[in-house]
């Protein structure tokens, strides 16, 4: 990464954004000195409070955003303490993790939390991940028969399975990978990651092609999934990621930093102007293209299985 874009990325007027790149580009570990000084400096901010708000709301799609905004921060369970158990263990209770098209994605931000290694959450994920198709997709899991009529053989859902991939690469940076990385792997690369099959120049969401951040169930953008592969072990040389970078390579400005193209009109968290230079486009589409992303956590695992 260049290092004037790193600077821009490590500003302490934006600390989550500045957590997120001391602790998975840099690699700092918890007790670094810069890293407790930064969280400390999050959970005093008025980002935090208004995550820590929708938390307590006794709204389970606010939870839902409240979880994803800490996740992406970078915080931990253990960052907020108290505030956050009770909330998770109700939102899972409440709603069995049925969120819709969204239960790929609360799984994977539980996982970033440190959530992953609860019976609760461990089961649930094995579960999931059980159900992952022929194709190497999962199937949409509409109950409208005009959409999912289950007597009729289905291709997969490419919108859900996009989040799959999401929670198979943070599985994988915590050394618990899934069973199912390769065939996920290949359910994107043997269509150079947002194609159709029967078309490889229409893609199989317009959504896929932008910058949509922060993710949504149903759109998230080529800078988190070309991430997420590159976290896999896709191999940077190969066809499928050298069209990933090709795509993300039409968002970059030639200060090398990446534009937010897309967002919900009231998004999880604040996190740029549509239109404008990201900050948080910009450090996924930096991680996505190191040569090595492997965490100090994973090489531990690595090595403890050698």
């Known amino acids: ?118 019976e609760i959450v461990k089961n649930e994920i094995d579960s999931v991940l059980g159900l992952i198709q022929e194709d190497g997709g999962f199937r949409c899991i509409s109950t409208n028969k005009k959409i999912n009529d289950p007597r009729k053989p ?64 149903i759109k998230i953008g080529a800078h988190q999934i070309v991430y997420a592969l590159r976290t896999l072990g896709c191999s940077p040389e190969s066809e499928a990621m050298r069209a990933g970078y090709k795509v993300l390579d039409q968002h970059r400005l030639a200060n090398g930093r990446y534009l937010l193209t897309a967002s919900k009109s009231v998004p999880a968290f604040k996190a740029g102007n549509v239109g404008e230079e990201n900050k948080w486009v910009t450090l996924y589409a930096c991680m996505a293209q190191e040569r090595s992303i492997l965490t100090d956590e994973t090489l531990k695992a690595i090595g403890n299985t050698l």
């Open 154 to 217: 289905h291709k997969s859902c490419a919108r859900l399975t996009v989040e799959y991939l999401l929670l198979a690469a943070e599985l994988h940076l915590r050394g618990c990978g899934a069973v199912c990385e390769d065939a996920l792997k290949h359910y994107f690369t043997k269509r150079n990651i947002f194609y159709r099959t029967d078309d490889m120049r229409t893609p199989m969401m317009d959504v896929m092609l932008g910058t949509f951040y922060p993710p949504d169930p």
């Open 1 to 118: 990464m260049d290092h004037l874009i790193l600077t821009w990325l490590l500003e302490e007027e934006n600390p989550e954004v500045r957590l997120r790149t001391l602790k998975e580009y840099e690699k700092l570990p918890e007790d670094d000195d810069r890293v407790a000084a930064c969280r400390k400096l999050l959970l005093q901010s008025k980002v935090y409070a208004r995550g820590l708000k929708k938390l307590r709301t006794g709204k389970p799609w606010a939870k839902f955003d409240a979880i994803l905004g800490f996740a992406e921060w970078g915080l931990t369970r253990a960052d907020i303490g108290e505030d956050i158990d009770g909330e998770v263990f109700a939102l899972i209770e409440s709603t069995g993790f049925r969120m819709l098209c969204g239960e790929p994605l609360l799984l994977r931000n539980l996982v970033k939390l440190g959530y992953g290694q609860e």
